[in-house]
């Protein structure tokens, strides 16, 4: 699961205070603000008051201790009382995939495990999430994968490979680059997601990937349209790997910012996908020639 922006529209001054605390992880306060009003706007509030929540209630009952001096862990010790190997497996998840994006650091970082009352079907992102806070990012990992290292080393993984993403192509990567780089750091088999997908016949256009990791989790209709979605981004992104390595994920990341103000202005008349331009950059290809091309 990627950053999650709540957007509301601003209709309520309530709702755009709690979600202004929200952004600063002033959580209690936001909670605080919008307990009583968890149905505003007909009920479409309602996934963004879970996510407020589950943060609030965790916070309540949380400790925190620095893992490095821009990783910052936060648990609830009733729930977790191994918090020590907890924080050794973040921390090894977190520095692998620094080093594999070339990660600078430039952003602290605050890993959360939540409340294991937040782990539940009414969540939209009960398998984690990562969220573009003020004065660091923050990354949610559910309880219960805490049980396992190897689930918890693979989920922090994945939503720690969001911040980088988001961070290093200032927010402009679009969501099956940032769901691909993300399944491919926590060790998805590109292999299996292929079979898989060719086994449904099942392939996206660029245009078709826009939407596909949009629709609602909490109803089970829409997930084996949403598990292709994350296998084809993976599919997607293991074959740029297999032309550039590590090396070329990183500079193709940089390739949405780093490009010269007459490229900006080209692509904007030329109303050319800013992903297009990137991988033309970094690859030497086309975003129709990589789906062509990755499709198995
Ligand atoms: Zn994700």
Redesign the pocket.
């Known amino acids: ?2 950053r999650y922006l709540i957007d509301l529209g601003a209709e309520s001054a309530l709702w755009k205070a709690a979600m202004e605390l929200y952004h600063d992880d002033k959580v209690v306060a936001a909670y605080d603000l919008v307990k009583s009003d968890a149905a505003a706007f007909r009920g479409s509030a309602l996934g963004a008051f879970r996510f407020i929540e589950g943060e609030a209630r965790t916070r309540k009952a949380s400790d925190r201790t620095k893992l490095s001096p821009t990783l910052e862990l936060e648990w609830v010790p009733g729930e977790v009382p191994h918090h020590a190997q907890v924080g050794e497996v973040i921390l090894h998840a977190t520095e692998t995939v620094s080093r594999r994006l070339q990660w600078d650091h430039r952003e602290s970082v605050l890993a959360t495990i939540l409340v294991g009352e937040a782990d539940a079907d009414w969540h939209e992102a009960r398998y ?3 969220t573009d806070k003020t004065p660091y990012d923050k990354i949610c990992l559910p309880q219960a994968s805490t049980h396992d290292p190897r689930e918890l080393w693979r989920v922090a993984a ?2 720690f ?2 911040v980088v993403v988001l961070n290093t192509a200032k927010g402009q990567a679009p969501h099956w680059l ?2 691909g780089i ?2 491919f750091m926590e060790g998805r088999s590109a292999e299996l997601a292929a079979q898989r997908l060719r086994e449904a016949g099942r392939w996206r256009t660029p245009l078709q990937m826009g939407g596909a990791f949009g629709a609602d989790r909490r109803d089970t209709a829409n997930m084996g349209g949403v598990r292709a979605a ?1 296998d084809q981004a993976t599919v997607l992104v293991a074959h740029l790997h297999s032309k550039g390595g590590d090396e070329g994920l990183v500079s193709l990341l940089k390739a949405f910012t780093e490009h010269s103000r007459w490229t900006d202005l080209v692509t904007a008349i030329a109303n050319r996908d800013p992903a297009d331009v990137a991988l033309q950059q970094a690859f030497e290809l086309g975003i129709e020639e990589l789906f062509a091309a990755a499709k198995p």
């Open positions: 699961m990627a984690g999430y990562c994945h939503e490979a969001h940032d769901e993300a399944c994350y």
